[in-house]
Structure formats: C-alpha cells, structure tokens
C-alpha cells in the first residue's frame, strides 16, 4: 500500500473514532442518490392522482400503477454504486494523508462545497487527487487548505475522505486531471510550512498510536 511506503499511519482495522466515523458514512446518500428517489416518488404520486382525479380509477388500482412507475424510476444505478461504496468501509483500511484541499465555497458559506483534494507523498508531490463534497464547517477547519486527511478506499478510483475529529465522512471520486495533479506547489512561505507539518503529523508515533487503538 503506497501510505505504508511513505510511512504515513495505516490502520487494518478503524480505531474508535475512525468507527464512528464509519457509522455517520452510513447516512450519507450519494450525490444525486435522494434527488432521484425523490423525483420517483413524486411521479409516483402524481400518477395515482391522474388516474384517480381524471379516468376515475379505483384508488388502489391507480396506487399500484404508480406504484410500478416508482419502481421503475428507481435510481438502481445509483443504489448500487452507494452500496459498493459502503462496503468499503468494512473491506478497506484507513489510511492518514497529508492533503491540500481547494474548494468553491458559496458565498454565505450555507451550501455544500465542491472539494478538490490533493494528497501528498513525503516530497510534497500530489501522489492521487479527488473531487467531492463537503460541509462548510469541515472545510474551513482545515487551516489554509493544507492539513491531514483520513482516507478509506483505492486511490486509483476513490473512496471515502474524513478530517481528524470531525463526525462524518464524505464520498470523492479520483480525478486524473492534469489541471489537478500538475498543479503547482508553493515552494516557500506559510504553505509549504503547513505542508511539512502536515507531512510530520502523517508520520509521526502519536497517529500511529491514535490510529491502532482497539
């Protein structure tokens, strides 16, 4: 595993926090997941009333037909990607990277924010990079975008992505976007301070001792 190689802190197994964690993820829908259960529901709905209302169907005939156009409109696509995304956090350890985080934040900070993330190897170049969303609050707490990230899946195609004692866990998607991982780093400054300590912190006996707790 490439963390391993870099000596960044690996858990087999979630640590208690990490669990906790876990159970949140279980809550969360994936993008377009509700909205699509919700537009099934309302065509649903809308069916039986026409039936019912307009040709004078008996209800229960009409509450089956659209009945069948909810079935039929059900996101299945959606549903079984979620479900293969939950089974990786039973499967797949997780992992502590050191990141840069970007984002475009709405104006009143309200709104989800589209995350761009970026982790890091040892030499402060971008090893994998993601897109995803997350919560105003989890976004700002990461201190000029540069901090430590958990991550549970494969870097190749994505995973689940938690910051360090916040309470729940978000979806990304790998992204090979040369506009991503070319990016450039800073090289000196403020940022490239925040870099190294984040490297350090990935690295050092405290997280893995945190991370190996039963």
């Known amino acids: ?28 829908l994936e993008p377009g997941y509700a909205s699509r259960i919700a537009q099934g529901l309302a065509g649903g709905i809308l069916v039986t009333v026409v039936l019912a209302a307009i040709f004078h169907m008996p209800f229960v005939v009409a509450g ?7 079935i039929g409109l059900w996101p299945t696509e959606l549903a079984a990607r979620r479900k293969d995304a939950l089974k990786t956090l039973d499967q797949e350890p997780w992992q502590v990277w050191p990141c840069r985080l970007d984002g475009e934040a709405s104006p009143d ?9 970026q982790l890091l190897a040892p030499d402060r170049t971008p090893v994998a990079a993601f897109r ?25 195609v994505g995973g689940w992505l938690a910051l360090p004692a916040r309470p729940a866990a978000s979806l990304f998607r790998a992204v090979p976007a040369p506009d991503i991982l070319g ?22 006996e405290t997280v893995w001792a945190w991370i190996s707790e039963a």
């Open 109 to 117: 900070h309200k709104a989800m924010v589209g995350a761009r993330v």
């Open 64 to 70: 089956g037909i659209g009945l069948i156009g909810f």
């Open 183 to 204: 990016a450039g780093a800073p090289t000196t400054g403020t940022l490239v301070g925040l870099e190294e300590t984040a490297i350090a912190v990935a690295t050092s």
């Open 132 to 156: 995803g969303s997350m919560s105003p609050e989890d976004w700002m707490s990461v201190r000029d975008g540069r901090g430590v990230v958990w991550f549970c899946g494969d870097l190749r």
């Open 1 to 28: 595993m490439l963390a391993e190689e870099y000596g960044y802190a690996v858990s087999p197994r979630p640590a208690a926090q990490v669990r906790g964690v876990a159970r949140k993820a279980q809550n969360v």
